[in-house]
């Protein structure tokens, strides 16, 4: 368990790391603190059974932090996003617990890619896949859960929502959405269609 509640700049965990780590069974109190848990560990590595209560953002993966698979998260009370990413890597997220008061829950950034001092953009960087899930919102002011104006490649599948919220709205598409005070989304699929020639090949950077 770590704590750095109370510290507005503060970040519970700073992780970036590769193969052969794994950030399992931890809980962070975030509350009135900057991010949970900053970085997942990459490659063929990642994380199982985390959880951050408050925070600004709950868990933040960008660039380097190449944090490939979740399992197991619970993301309680952030009061910006629980889920930022613009990492390098999709990110899996598979068994999920969101609950915030406000949307939005996940945001998926679109920014450049910067390896290497390089500013090119790249179709992999900032997507996610969601399954076997719950998001729950406390208010019923009507908004859009996911972020994804960006329009990176986004999958879900069985994630159940609560609160009359609209599900997804990727790039220029109108928002998905369930009804109800309760809905699943059982399948939802969105393509980056950017061409190939805007995703160079590391070489070229």
């Not at 975030?30 to 990459?42: D, K």
């Not at 908004?143 to 709205?169: P, Q, T």
Request: with cysteine; aromatic share 12%.
């Amino acid at each position: 368990d770590f704590d750095c509640s109370r510290h507005p700049g503060a970040v519970g965990i700073y992780f970036a790391s590769a193969q052969k780590s794994v950030i399992f069974n931890v809980k962070v109190n975030a509350v009135n603190a900057h991010t949970g848990i900053w970085g997942i560990p990459g490659r063929n590595s990642g994380a199982m059974n985390i959880e951050v209560q408050g925070g600004k953002i709950g868990l933040y993966t960008t660039n380097f932090l190449a944090g490939t698979t979740i399992v197991g998260v619970k993301l309680f009370d952030q009061t910006e996003s629980a889920f930022v990413t613009d990492d390098f890597v999709p990110a899996c997220v598979v068994g999920f617990h969101i609950r915030k008061k406000t949307a939005p829950v996940i945001t998926l950034t679109g920014k450049p890619y910067d390896l290497w001092g390089g500013t090119e953009m790249m179709t992999a960087k900032g997507t996610m896949a969601l399954i076997d899930g719950m998001i729950e919102l406390e208010n019923k002011n009507k908004a859009v859960l996911i972020d994804n104006n960006a329009g990176k490649s986004f999958y879900a599948r069985n994630v159940y929502v609560k609160g009359y919220h609209e599900f997804i709205k990727s790039g220029t598409q109108a928002a998905v959405s369930g009804t109800g005070a309760w809905y699943c989304i059982q399948e939802y699929c969105y393509n980056d269609q950017r061409l190939d020639k805007d995703d160079p090949p590391y070489e070229e950077q």
